[in-house]
């Protein structure tokens, strides 16, 4: 009877698994998708028709951290997701100077709603790995080293978002390192 339960157990907990490491294709076409547990994903921007690929998935809220006016943001999103029958929310994030107001601002509201399916994104999926590392070390206790190498699978935080990172840790007092954790930045890039 014990080895059922167990052989149950690691059956259930395997498609757990593997429902959260493997999205509907649909979401998967929108860049750096990644779904970090059945309630929680980042992205980058997704199109109108993405957006109703992430309705059909069961999304909940949509949460934007970048600014309206970027080239590449999506006019009228707000009003997209409203009709789409989803909550939107926008914490304007500058990609040159993040502050941890910003991301305890798009925390407090996660922390309302726990259990609302949400896509957190921005552009390229930079800012919102790094307020999703936070988020899902400071309030869901993933492991340090979980949450980085996923972060890492989209990007290596610069020394902005690396010092970002560090700051709001240290205000949780939770320390950054890690084994297997490597913050060094990337070289820049030439322009």
């Known amino acids: 009877m014990k080895n059922k339960v167990i052989t149950l157990l690691v059956a259930l907990f395997s498609s757990t698994v593997l429902a959260v490491e493997e999205p509907p294709a649909n ?3 929108i860049t750096n998708f990644r779904q970090y547990s059945a309630t ?17 998935a069961g999304f909940e809220r949509v949460v934007y951290i970048a600014f309206t006016n970027n080239q590449n943001a999506l006019p009228d999103e ?5 009709r789409l029958g989803m909550e939107y929310m926008q914490v304007p994030v500058d990609f040159s100077n ?13 922390r309302r709603n726990t259990d609302k399916k949400t896509l957190l994104h921005c552009q390229v999926n930079a800012r919102a790995t790094a307020f999703s590392f936070l988020y ?5 206790d993933v492991p340090v080293a979980e949450a980085k190498a996923d ?7 610069n020394e902005v978002w690396r010092d970002f990172i560090f700051e709001v ?3 949780n007092n939770v320390d950054p390192n890690c084994e297997g954790c490597d913050w060094t930045p990337p070289p820049p890039r030439d322009q």
């Open 40 to 56: 929680f994903a980042s992205s980058g921007q997704p199109t109108e028709e993405q957006l109703q690929a992430i309705a059909d």
């Open 98 to 110: 993040p502050l941890p107001d910003d991301f305890y601002a798009f925390a407090d509201s996660m």
């Open 78 to 82: 707000d009003q997209i997701v409203k």
């Open 151 to 157: 972060m890492n699978t989209v990007w290596q935080p």
């Open 136 to 140: 899902r070390v400071l309030y869901e």
């Open 27 to 29: 979401l998967t076409e």
């Open 169 to 171: 840790m240290g205000q």
